[in-house]
Nanobody, 121 residues
Framework: QVQLVESGGGLVQFGGSLRLSCAAS????????MAWYHQAPGKQRELVAA???????NYADPVKGRFTISRDNAKNTVYLQMNSLKPEDTAVYYC???????????????WGQGTQVTVSS
């Protein structure tokens, strides 16, 4: 089992920055793919950014050039640096950890409780 705790959310003005952290416990996440999702009121949860165990990052088009995902395996933590924030970035942000493929052919997903990000115009 992996427990994930997000932090760093809050209220920020248009154009501002926030850095989200996702601290993992219960297992080392160095072999896990990690990702950040967000969910706005009345909308589905959407992928924002992902990073492989090898450090390759991918981003949703709306955040490319503004957000950066990174990981510090020594600290068992993943980060999301968010710059040039816009009101449409307002959402609850969730951290996700996906396990490596097991011998039984399964992958397991773990989620944090989420942290609210609100961007005022």
């Amino acid at each position: 089992q992996v427990q994930l705790v997000e932090s760093g959310g809050g209220l920020v003005q248009f154009g501002g920055s926030l850095r989200l952290s996702c601290a993992a416990s219960g297992s080392e996440i160095s072999s896990f793919a990690m990702a950040w999702y967000h969910q706005a009121p009345g909308k589905q949860r959407e992928l924002v950014a992902a990073i492989t165990s090898g450090g390759t990052a991918n981003y949703a088009d709306p955040v490319k050039g503004r957000f950066t995902i990174s990981r510090d395996n020594a600290k068992n933590t993943v980060y999301l640096q968010m710059n040039s924030l816009k009101p449409e970035d307002t959402a609850v942000y969730y951290c996700n950890a996906q396990s490596p493929l097991t011998s039984g052919g399964y992958k397991y997903d773990f989620w944090g409780q989420g942290t609210q990000v609100t961007v005022s115009s």
